[in-house]
C-alpha cells in the first residue's frame, strides 16, 4: 500500500461535485495542500451532517477560527474532517456573524473542546453548547488575546516586582516591575466551580495539576463517591504560553524553536512536521540526506518519547525500577541527539530546506551500536512487565476505546490504532523518507490500556528498525548536501556565508524579512508519538505567519478522558492518563 | 528563601551540624511544569542520580525543602506555586530551573509568569533550555554552598557572586562528610 | 507476669522515646509563619470541598464486617491449633473433625459470601 | 514498504501463574542488574564532556588572525584591536533571534568614522540556545561554548556582558578549537553508559 | 493479688456507663459503642470470678460474647448503613417511623 | 503481689475514664478512641487476672477488628450535626443508672456466686499454660456451644450480607 | 527494692532495644536506598560520609529540625497521636521478638529479647494491627482528600490481609503447640516449618507486604495517585515516624518473625550447625536475606489497584490459607 500521491490526501472532484449538487452555494478554496468549502452559517450543521453522514467524512479532525479585524463578520471558523474510507480531508470554512457559530458537540464530541478553546482565545460564543467555559485561561480574564488587536505581551497593569530585588541591585535588564494580571486562588476556584456548578456526588478531588502523576501540569476536577469517579472535568491551560500568538510575531525560521517546546519530549517529531509544512508551503524541496536524517532522528525521537512513556507509565503503576530503565536508554539516545544537534532536548535542529548540520564523525557507529543494544534491553523491559499479573490486571480492560470513539473525538496515534483503526500519517501521508522505510503499524484489536502499552512497545521496535534502515543508507550519502541554500527561501549555511557576498546579502534578507511565503494556506500533519501534530499556516505574503493553527494530537486524546474515567477508581485514572499519554506542553500550547 | 530570617543566636557548632544536615539531605519537591521537568528526571535518574547527594524526591511539599521551579510557570499556576511555597515547612529554598521560570524565558507573552521571583524569592537561578542535568546539579551546588555561607551568618551581600564560568574541571578530592 | 510488666515497661519507654522526638523537633524547629502555610495541600489549587469529614462512601464496609466474622473465626482456630498436636496424638479424628465441621459451616458462609459478590470492592 | 498488523496479546499460562514465574523473570531481571556496574557519573568529581556542537553559553570570538573573509571586509568599518571581539555590530544576531529582548547591543561612531562595540549583553537567562544566533553571524564572533555551570544567585547574574564572553569564547577556543567535529570526545566517560563503541 | 470484689465494681461501672451512653446518645454509633462498653462489662467479670472459682469455663465464654459482641456489631451496622442510606441521617429522633 | 494492684488500679482507673469518654466525647472519632482505649485497658485487666488468651484475642478482635469496622461506617456516616446528648435522657439516666449499679453490686457480692470452685488452680493453670487450659476447655466441655458459635457467625455474616446488598439494590433503584 | 530494680533494668534494656531499633532503622534506610540503587545501577548515597554513610544521620537532623506544621483544617490532637500511634505499635512488636537463646557474657546472663510471653505470636498479630489506627487516624485527622483516601485505601488492604494472617500462622501454631515464639522455634530443631506451611508462608509473604506498604500493595501512599497518601499533610519528624515504622520497622520486625515462623529463628542452617557462629548471627543473616528480599519485591514490580488487592485477599490468599490448615493437620497426623 502507498499513498504518496501529493494531494489524494484532499477532497477528489467526485465529491466535490456531489456536494455542488445538494448545496449550490458552496463556493471551493483550492490549495495544493488543502481544500476549502465555504458554507453559509445558517446551513452549516445541515452540511456537516451530509459530509459526515452521506461522503464518509466522519473523523474529526480539527476546529479552529481566524479572526479578520477588518472583515464583517470578523471571526471565521474552520473545520477539518476526514474521511477514513477514502483517506481524503476536508476544510470547511464559515463566518461567524454576530460572533456566533451553532456548536457542533452534536455531530462530534470532540469539538467540545475545540468550541470553548474558539471561545476563551478569539471570544466566539457557540450555541448549543453545554458549558461553554474558558479553556486554557481563567473565568475572570477580561480579554479573548488570540485576536489581532490583543498585543503579545498582554495588558502589563499589575505591579508585581521581583521579591528577590533589592536596592542596590539591577536584576536584568529588560526588567519592568509591571506585569500581567495574575489570578488569584480566588479567581481559581470561580474557574473550578464554572466547570463543576454543582457537584453530584460526594466530594469533589483535585488531582492536578502540581502532581506527580499527572504527567505535567494538567487538573483534574474528580466527582467522586468512594474511590469512583462519577463525573470529571478537566481544566487545562496551566501551560498555556501563547505559542499560536507567538507564531504570529516570529518568522518561519525563528518560531522552529517554539515547537521544541510545544511538545517537548518529541521535540525532533515537531520540528520537522512543522518545517514540512513551511517547506510545502515556500515549495522548497530538501536535499535526500536531510530527509533521510530527519527520518532517523524523528524515529529516534519517537522511541525516546515511547521510553519516556514506558517509564512515567510503570512509574504510575508502581514498577519504580523500570522509569530508571528506560531513562538510562533515553540518556544514551540524549546522548546521541546532543551529540547532532547540541541540546539534548529541545534540540531545534531542523532547518527550513533540510538541517541545520550534517551529521558528525562517529554519529552513526553510535546509532548502529543502539540499534544493536537496544532491543535487548527492550526485552527485559517486557519480561518485567507485559505478562506480569499485577501489569496485566492494572491494564486489561481498562479505558476500552471503540472505532466510533476514535471518530467522535478525533483521536490519532496510538490512542487510535489500539482501536483497530489504521490511522497513522506516515501511512496515509508520508513525508521525508517514509515511503522508502519497511516498517508496520501496528494495531490493536480491543483499545485498552494493555494495546495501547503493547502497541507502543511495538512501535518502539518498528522505530529501531526504521532507524536501522536509515543510518545503513546514511552510510552511503556521507558526502551529500544536507541543506538545500540552493533554493531562495533557505538561509545558507555558516561556511557559504563567510565566504561569499550574495550568501550573506540573502542570508540578510531572510533573517530581517523572513520568508515571505506566496499568499495561501496549508494544513500538514506529521506523525508525533502522541499523535496527529497538524499544522494549518494561513499565509498573507508576510515573513510570518498570519496566523497558525496547531491541531495537536494530545489535546484531542486527552478529551476522552472524562469519558472513559466515569465509573472507574483514581487508580485507573492514572493508568488511563498514562496510557493517553499527553503532554502538557502540546495539549496547552 | 533569601537570608532574612536568621533564626537567632545558637551555638555555632549546632548550627554547623545542622547545616550540615539541611545541605545533605536537601529534599525537593517534585514539581515538574515543562520541558524543564524533564531534565529534572533525568537528573534524578540513574546516569546523574541526585541521590548520591542525598537528594530524593518528594510528592508533597509539606515533607520537602526545596523547590524547583522546572518549567514555564504561567499566570495561571503562578498562585498556585506561591501556595505550595507557603504550604512548605522552613527552612526552606527555591531553586528556580531554566530560563522560562527565571525570568520569563522565550515566552514574554500574556500569559506566561516573567520570573517566578515575582512571586517567591528564589535562591538560585539555573539558566539553560532547558538546564543539563550536570548544569541542575551545579545549581544544587551552588545552593548548598549558600546555606553553608548563611551558616556562618553572612549576610546575602558577602555571599560571594561567582566569577564567569570557564572551564568545567572535575573537582579533585571528596571531603568525607559530603559537602 | 514479669513479661507482661516488662511489656508496659516497653510500651512506656517507647512512647517517651516518641513523644520526646516530637518535643525536640517542635524546640529545633524554626518557626516562620508564612500567609497559607496552613492551607490544606491539594496539589496546590482551592479546595472544592473546604473539608473532607464529610460521607466519603467507600464501598468495602461490608468487607469490615466479612474482617469482624473471620478475625472471630481464627479466634476460635488459633487455640485449637495450639492443642491439636497434644490431643492429636490422643484422638486424632475427634480433633480433626471437631475443627471440620465448624470450618465447614462456615466455609459455606464463605461461599454464600463469595456467590453473593460481598468478597468483591463493589 | 508500509504494512498494517496486529499485535499479539500475550496471556499467563496457568503454570506461569501457580508458581509466579511471572514474578521471578522480573526478579531475576532486577538482581541482575543489581551486579552490573553502575553507570553514573559522580558529578562533581567525574564530568561529561559536552560535545564540540554543544550549545551552551554563548562566547565572542576574538579577533586572533583566523578570521573568515567575510570578517576582513566588514572590518574596514570597525575599530577592532587584536584580542577584541570580534562583533562587528551587524544586529544580525538579535535579528535571527526568536527572543530579541535578550540582546542589548550598542555602539557608536568614532571621530575616526569607525564604529565600535561599547555594549554587547545577553541575557542567557531569556535563551533558548536554539543557535540562530551563531548562525546567523557573519563574521564567525558570536559561538555557542561548552560552558553550562551558569546558575547563579542574582537574577543579573544571567546577563552577559561583553567580556565575558570573549572570555568565554578565547577559553573555549583554547581548548577545544582544534578538536574534530566528533559525536562526542570523551570516549571513557561515556562507555559507562555506552559500553565499547566500535569505531569505524 | 487484686480481690475479686474490686474487677466485679469494675464490670459494674462499666456496665453503668455503658447503659448512660446508651440511653443518652443520639447517635445510634455512639449507642453501639456503649453496647460494646456493656458487653466489655460483662466480659470482666467472667474472668475475674473465673479467678475466684479457678476455673476457665468464664473464659471460655469470653469466646462466645465476642462472637454475640461481632454479631452485633455485624449485623448492627449493616443495619444502620441501610437506614443511613435510606435516610442519610442517623439520629435516633427522627427515626421515628421504626416505632410504627 | 504489689504489681498485680498497681496495674489493676491504673488500667481500671483508665478503662473508666476513656469509658467516660466513649460516652460523653461530642466527637464520634473521638468517642471511638476512648473505646479502643478502654479495650486495650479491659484487655491489660485480662492479663493482670492470667488470662493471657483473652487479653491477646481482645485486642486483636474487640480493638482491631471490630473498632475498625466501626471506624469504617463512621468514615461514611458524616459527622451528626445536632446535639449528642440529651439532657432530659441524662437526667433520667443517672438515677436509673445507680440504680442498677447498686443491683448489680448486690447480686454480684453476696450471693450470684455459689457454684463449686473448678480443677483449674492457679497451679495447674501455670503449669500447662492458659491457652492449653482455656483450649481443651473449649474444645472438650463446650464443644456444642463451640459448633453453635459457628452457626451464629453463619447466620449473622448471611444476615449482614443479605442487609447490605439489599440496601445496595435499594440504592441503585432511588 | 527488688522491683525497682527490675523496672530499672528493663527500662535500660528497652531502651537500648528502641534507641538500637531506631539506628537500625535508620541505617535500613541507607541500606534500601544503595539496594535501590545499584538495582537501578546507580551507587545510591554515595557522598555523605563515606559512601552515604552519614546520610541518614544528616537526613535524621534535617527532619528533626523542620518546621513543625499542622494544617488550619486539621484535628490538632488527633493529628499527633497518630504518627505516635503508628509508629508505638510497630515498635511494640520488637518486645516480643526473641533474637536467640540466652547467653552467658561476663558472667550475666544476656536475655536477647524484652520478653518471652505465652502468647507472644499473637501479641505480635495484635500490634501489627493495631497501628492500622496510625494510618486510619493520620488520615482522618488531616482533613484532606489524599490522606482520607489512602488511610481508607490502607484499612482496606489490612483488613483482608489481617485475616489471611490469622489463619496463615495457625500451621506453624499446630506444629509447635504454643504461641510463644521462642518456643516455635526451639520447635524447630529439626526440620524448619516452611516444609509443610509452604502455603502459610506464601500468604504471609503477601500479607507482611501488604502490612508495610510496598510494591505491589502500598495503594495507601501511591505516588502517582495519592501524592503522600495518609502522609501528605505530615511534616518534620511527625512524617519522619511514619516511613520510620511502615517501612523499616515494621518490615523488620515482622521479617524477624517469619523467621522464627519458617526458617527455624536462631537454629543453623541445616547441615552448617558445626560452624562455630552463634544462634543470633544466624538469625540476624536470615532476618536480613528476609529483608533483602522483601526490599527486592518492592523495587520490580508493579502495585495493584486497591479492590484487586482485596479480592486477592479474600479470593485467593484466604483459602490458601484454610487449605493449609488442613494439609498441616493431616502431615501432624500422619508424621506426628
Known amino acids: 500500500m502507498q499513498f504518496s500521491q501529493e494531494n489524494s490526501l484532499w477532497i477528489n472532484q467526485e465529491k466535490i461535485s456531489k456536494i455542488k449538487e445538494k448545496y449550490p452555494s458552496v463556493s471551493i478554496e483550492k490549495y495544493d495542500n488543502a481544500t476549502f468549502l465555504h458554507i453559509d452559517k445558517s446551513s452549516l450543521i445541515d452540511f456537516l451532517t451530509f459530509l459526515k453522514e452521506n461522503l464518509g467524512f466522519k473523523m474529526f479532525i480539527d476546529f479552529t477560527c481566524v479572526d479578520y479585524p477588518f472583515h464583517n463578520p470578523r471571526f471565521q471558523g474552520v473545520y477539518f474532517l476526514y474521511s477514513p474510507e477514502d483517506r481524503q480531508r476536508v476544510g470547511v470554512k464559515t463566518w461567524a456573524t454576530d460572533n456566533t457559530l451553532p456548536s457542533i458537540t452534536s455531530l462530534w464530541k470532540g469539538a467540545k473542546w475545540a468550541e470553548r478553546e474558539a471561545w476563551d482565545m478569539f471570544g466566539v460564543k457557540f450555541e448549543g453548547h453545554e458549558n461553554l467555559v474558558r479553556m486554557f485561561l481563567w473565568e475572570s480574564y477580561p480579554y479573548h488575546p488570540l485576536r489581532k488587536d490583543f498585543p503579545l505581551e498582554g495588558i502589563q497593569d499589575t505591579y508585581l516586582p521581583s521579591k528577590n530585588l533589592r536596592p542596590e541591585e539591577n536584576p536584568a535588564h529588560n526588567y519592568t516591575p509591571y506585569h500581567t494580571y495574575v489570578p488569584t486562588l480566588e479567581d481559581l476556584e470561580e474557574t473550578q466551580k464554572a466547570r463543576m456548578p454543582n457537584k453530584s456526588s460526594q466530594i469533589v478531588l483535585n488531582w492536578g495539576p502540581l502532581h506527580p502523576g499527572t504527567h505535567g501540569t494538567i487538573w483534574f476536577l474528580f466527582d467522586m463517591e468512594g474511590e469512583y469517579v462519577k463525573e470529571c472535568d478537566i481544566i487545562l491551560g496551566q501551560l498555556h504560553r501563547g505559542v499560536e500568538k507567538i507564531a504570529e510575531s516570529r518568522t518561519y525560521t525563528q518560531f522552529i524553536p517554539y515547537t521544541d517546546r510545544m511538545d517537548y519530549i518529541s521535540a525532533l517529531c515537531s520540528q520537522v512536521a512543522y518545517v514540512n509544512a513551511v517547506e510545502k508551503l515556500l515549495n522548497v524541496e530538501p536535499p535526500e540526506k536531510a530527509k533521510w536524517i530527519r527520518t532517523m532522528l524523528c524515529e529516534l525521537q519517537r522511541i525516546n518519547s515511547h521510553l519516556l512513556w514506558l517509564g512515567t507509565y510503570a512509574l504510575d503503576l508502581g514498577a519504580l525500577t523500570i522509569f530508571l530503565y528506560c531513562f538510562r536508554e533515553r540518556e544514551k539516545i540524549m546522548d546521541i541527539i546532543e551529540g547532532i544537534s547540541g541540546i539534548r532536548l529541545n534540540s531545534s535542529y531542523i532547518r527550513i530546506g533540510g538541517v541545520a548540520k550534517d551529521l558528525p564523525e562517529g554519529a552513526l557507529d553510535v546509532i548502529k551500536h543502539f540499534v544493536k543494544d537496544f532491543p535487548k534491553k527492550l526485552q527485559e523491559y517486557e519480561t518485567i512487565l507485559t505478562t506480569n499479573r499485577v501489569w496485566l490486571k492494572r491494564n486489561i480492560n481498562v479505558g476500552t476505546i471503540s472505532e466510533e470513539d476514535v471518530y467522535q473525538y478525533g483521536l490519532t496515534g496510538v490512542v487510535a490504532r489500539s482501536a483497530g483503526v489504521p490511522y497513522d500519517i506516515r501511512m496515509i501521508q508520508p513525508t521525508d523518507a517514509y515511503d522508502k522505510v519497511d516498517f508496520d503499524v501496528p494495531l490493536g484489536k480491543v483499545g485498552d490500556c494493555y494495546d495501547r502499552y503493547l502497541l507502543r512497545v511495538e512501535e518502539m521496535k518498528q522505530s529501531i528498525k526504521i532507524v536501522a534502515q536509515c543510518a545503513e543508507k546514511l552510510e552511503k550519502m556521507k558526502e551529500d548536501k544536507y541543506i538545500a541554500t540552493e533554493n531562495p527561501y533557505v538561509l545558507p549555511t555558516l561556511d557559504e556565508v563567510f565566504n561569499s557576498i550574495e550568501a550573506m546579502v540573502k542570508d540578510f534578507n531572510l533573517r530581517i524579512y523572513g520568508e515571505q511565503a506566496p499568499e495561501g494556506e496549508i494544513y500538514l500533519s506529521g506523525e508525533n508519538p502522541r499523535g496527529e501534530l497538524g499544522f494549518y499556516i494561513i499565509s498573507k505574503g508576510e515573513g510570518h505567519p498570519y496566523r497558525l493553527r496547531i491541531r495537536s494530537g494530545a489535546f484531542y486524546n486527552l478529551q476522552i478522558f472524562p469519558e472513559l474515567i466515569k465509573g472507574r477508581t483514581v487508580a485507573d485514572a492514572v493508568a488511563l492518563l498514562g496510557s493517553l499519554d499527553p503532554v502538557v506542553g502540546e495539549t496547552d500550547r | ?179 | 507476669m514479669t513479661g507482661y510488666f516488662a511489656l508496659v515497661l516497653f510500651f512506656i519507654a517507647a512512647t517517651i522515646v516518641g513523644v520526646a522526638l516530637l518535643v525536640i523537633n517542635r524546640l529545633l524547629a524554626p518557626k516562620i509563619p508564612d500567609p497559607m502555610e496552613g492551607y490544606t495541600y491539594e496539589c496546590g489549587v482551592p479546595l472544592y470541598d473546604k473539608t473532607s469529614h464529610i460521607s466519603l462512601e467507600q464501598k468495602y464496609y461490608l468487607l469490615g464486617l466479612l474482617l469482624v466474622l473471620f478475625d472471630l473465626e481464627a479466634a476460635f482456630v488459633l487455640p485449637w491449633a495450639a492443642i491439636f498436636k497434644a490431643v492429636a496424638q490422643i484422638s486424632a479424628g475427634f480433633i480433626f473433625f471437631e475443627m471440620f465441621i465448624f470450618l465447614f459451616i462456615l466455609i459455606l458462609g464463605y461461599v454464600y459470601a463469595w456467590k453473593k459478590g460481598a468478597l468483591q470492592w463493589q | 514498504m508500509v504494512r498494517v498488523k496486529y499485535v499479539e496479546r500475550p496471556d499467563l499460562t496457568n503454570t506461569e501463574r501457580i508458581f509466579f514465574i511471572d514474578f521471578i523473570k522480573g526478579m531475576k531481571i532486577t538482581i541482575k542488574n543489581f551486579f552490573k556496574k553502575t553507570i553514573t557519573t559522580a558529578y562533581p568529581f567525574e564530568k561529561l564532556t559536552p560535545p564540540k556542537r554543544f550549545r551552551g553559553a554563548h562566547g565572542h570570538r576574538v579577533k586572533n588572525g583566523k578570521e573568515p573573509p567575510s570578517f576582513k571586509v566588514l572590518e574596514k568599518f570597525m575599530e577592532i584591536n587584536e584580542g577584541e571581539s570580534r562583533c562587528v555590530a551587524c544586529y544580525m544576531c538579535q535579528q535571527a533571534c526568536p527572543v530579541p529582548e535578550l540582546f542589548k547591543i550598542e555602539a557608536v561612531q568614532l571621530p575616526n568614522g569607525k564604529k565600535k562595540v561599547l555594549r554587547f549583553d545577553m541575557n542567557l537567562m531569556n535563551c533558548m540556545y536554539c543557535g540562530l544566533c551563531t548562525e546567523a553571524c557573519p563574521v564567525d564572533c558570536i559561538i555557542h561554548t561548552d560552558i553550562y555551570e551558569t546558575a547563579t544567585y542574582h537574577r543579573a547574574g544571567g546577563v552577559a556582558h561583553l567580556e565575558d564572553l570573549s572570555k568565554r569564547a578565547e577559553d573555549f577556543d583554547r581548548r577545544r578549537f582544534n578538536e574534530p567535529d566528533r559525536i562526542w570526545i570523551d570516549d571513557e566517560e561515556r562507555s559507562k553508559l555506552w559500553g565499547q563503541i566500535k569505531w569505524s | 493479688m487484686v480481690p475479686y470484689e474490686y474487677y466485679v465494681v469494675l464490670s459494674g461501672l462499666l456496665m453503668v456507663l455503658g447503659l448512660v451512653g446508651v440511653i443518652v446518645r443520639k447517635n445510634i454509633i455512639a449507642m453501639l459503642l456503649s453496647t460494646e462498653l456493656m458487653l466489655n462489662a460483662v466480659n470482666i467479670a467472667f474472668v475475674a470470678f473465673d479467678m475466684k472459682l479457678a476455673d476457665v469455663s468464664g473464659q471460655v465464654f469470653v469466646f462466645f460474647i465476642l462472637t454475640i459482641a461481632a454479631a452485633e456489631a455485624a449485623v448492627g451496622l449493616g443495619l444502620i448503613m441501610a437506614i443511613y442510606r435510606l435516610r442519610k441521617d442517623v439520629d435516633v429522633n427522627t427515626l421515628t417511623e421504626l416505632k410504627l | 503481689m504489689e504489681l498485680n494492684n498497681v496495674a489493676f488500679w491504673t488500667f481500671s482507673s483508665l478503662a473508666v475514664l476513656s469509658a467516660i469518654g466513649v460516652v460523653f466525647f461530642r466527637n464520634i472519632i473521638y468517642a471511638v478512641l476512648s473505646l479502643i482505649s478502654t479495650l486495650i485497658m479491659v484487655s491489660g485487666l485480662f492479663f493482670n487476672m492470667g488470662a493471657e488468651l483473652i487479653g491477646a484475642l481482645q485486642i486483636i478482635i474487640y480493638a482491631v477488628a471490630i473498632v475498625v469496622f466501626y471506624v469504617l461506617v463512621i468514615s461514611t456516616v458524616p459527622e451528626d450535626k445536632g446535639q449528642t446528648v440529651d439532657v432530659n435522657y441524662m437526667l433520667v439516666s443517672l438515677p436509673v443508672g445507680f440504680l442498677i449499679f447498686i443491683e448489680l453490686a448486690y447480686v454480684a457480692l453476696y450471693g450470684a456466686w455459689k457454684s463449686n470452685t473448678g480443677m483449674f488452680t492457679p497451679e495447674v493453670v501455670k503449669e500447662m499454660g492458659n491457652v492449653k487450659a482455656v483450649a481443651s476447655m473449649l474444645f472438650t466441655k463446650y464443644l456444642f456451644p463451640f459448633e453453635v458459635a459457628s452457626v451464629i457467625l453463619l447466620v449473622a455474616m448471611i444476615g449482614a450480607i443479605i442487609i447490605g446488598r439489599k440496601d445496595h439494590v435499594l440504592d441503585e433503584e432511588a | 527494692m527488688e522491683i525497682l530494680g527490675t523496672v530499672i533494668g528493663i527500662t535500660i534494656k528497652s531502651l537500648i532495644f528502641i534507641v538500637g531499633m531506631f539506628l537500625a532503622a535508620a541505617y535500613l534506610t541507607l541500606v534500601e536506598r544503595k539496594f535501590a540503587g545499584h538495582v537501578q545501577q546507580r551507587p545510591g548515597p554515595l557522598h555523605v560520609g563515606y559512601h552515604g554513610l552519614l546520610q541518614p544521620i544528616a537526613d535524621a537532623l534535617k527532619v528533626l529540625t523542620k518546621e513543625d506544621l499542622v494544617p488550619d483544617n486539621a484535628d490538632k490532637f488527633l493529628f499527633y497521636l497518630a504518627s505516635l500511634l503508628a509508629f508505638v505499635p510497630s515498635i511494640m512488636i520488637l518486645a516480643v521478638v526473641p533474637f536467640g537463646e540466652p547467653f552467658e557474657i561476663f558472667g550475666f546472663t544476656i536475655y536477647p529479647y524484652i520478653s518471652d510471653v505465652n502468647v507472644g505470636l499473637l501479641l505480635a498479630l495484635a500490634f501489627g494491627s493495631i497501628s492500622l489506627y496510625g494510618v486510619i487516624f493520620a488520615g482522618w485527622a488531616s482533613n484532606s482528600k489524599y490522606p482520607m483516601i489512602g488511610g481508607l485505601r490502607k484499612a482496606a488492604v489490612l483488613i483482608g490481609y489481617e485475616v489471611a494472617l490469622g489463619f496463615a500462622i495457625a500451621g506453624p501454631i499446630m506444629q509447635a503447640g504454643t504461641f510463644s515464639l521462642k518456643g516455635i522455634v526451639e520447635a524447630q530443631q529439626g526440620l524448619w516449618f516452611i516444609i509443610p506451611n509452604i502455603l502459610a508462608f506464601v500468604v504471609i509473604i503477601f500479607a507482611v507486604l501488604a502490612e508495610t506498604g510496598r510494591t505491589p500493595f502500598d495503594v495507601q501512599e501511591a505516588e502517582a495517585e495519592l501524592v503522600g497518601g495518609y502522609v501528605t499533610e505530615y511534616s518534620a519528624m511527625k512524617f519522619g515516624l511514619f516511613p520510620l515504622a511502615e517501612w523499616y520497622i515494621a518490615t523488620f520486625v515482622l521479617s524477624a518473625i517469619t523467621v522464627i515462623l519458617f526458617f527455624g529463628g536462631w537454629n543453623p542452617l541445616p547441615l552448617l550447625g558445626w560452624l562455630p557462629i552463634p544462634g543470633m548471627v544466624w538469625f540476624f543473616l536470615k532476618l536480613f536475606a528476609v529483608f533483602m528480599f522483601f526490599l527486592w519485591v518492592h523495587w520490580t514490580l508493579p502495585r495493584y489497584r486497591v479492590d484487586q488487592i482485596t479480592e486477592l485477599a479474600w479470593k485467593v490468599m484466604l483459602p490458601l490459607a484454610l487449605a493449609n490448615i488442613f494439609i498441616v493437620a493431616i502431615w501432624i497426623m500422619i508424621f506426628g
Open chain 2, 1 to 179: 528563601m533569601a537570608i532574612k530570617h536568621n533564626s537567632g543566636i545558637i551555638l555555632t557548632t549546632v548550627e554547623e551540624v545542622l547545616s550540615w544536615g539541611r545541605r545533605n539531605s536537601l529534599w525537593p519537591a517534585s514539581i515538574g511544569l515543562a520541558c524543564c521537568a524533564i531534565e529534572m528526571m533525568h537528573t534524578a535518574a540513574s546516569r546523574f542520580d541526585t541521590d548520591r547527594l542525598g537528594i530524593i524526591f518528594r510528592g508533597s511539599p509539606r515533607q520537602s525543602d526545596v523547590l524547583i521551579v522546572a518549567g514555564t510557570v504561567v499566570n495561571k499556576v503562578a498562585p498556585m506555586l506561591k501556595l505550595i511555597y507557603d504550604q512548605m515547612p522552613d527552612p526552606k529554598w527555591v531553586i528556580s530551573m531554566g530560563g522560562c521560570s527565571s525570568v520569563g524565558g522565550p515566552f514574554p507573552t500574556y500569559s506566561t509568569l516573567q520570573g517566578v521571583d515575582r512571586i517567591i524569592p528564589v535562591d538560585v537561578y539555573v539558566p539553560g533550555c532547558p538546564p543539563t542535568p550536570q548544569a541542575l546539579l551545579w545549581g544544587i551546588m551552588q545552593l548548598q554552598k549558600k546555606i553553608k555561607e548563611k551558616k556562618e551568618g553572612k549576610v546575602w551581600d558577602e555571599i560571594p557572586v561567582r566569577e564567569v564560568p570557564t572551564a568545567s574541571q572535575p573537582l579533585l578530592e571528596k571531603s568525607p562528610f559530603g559537602f
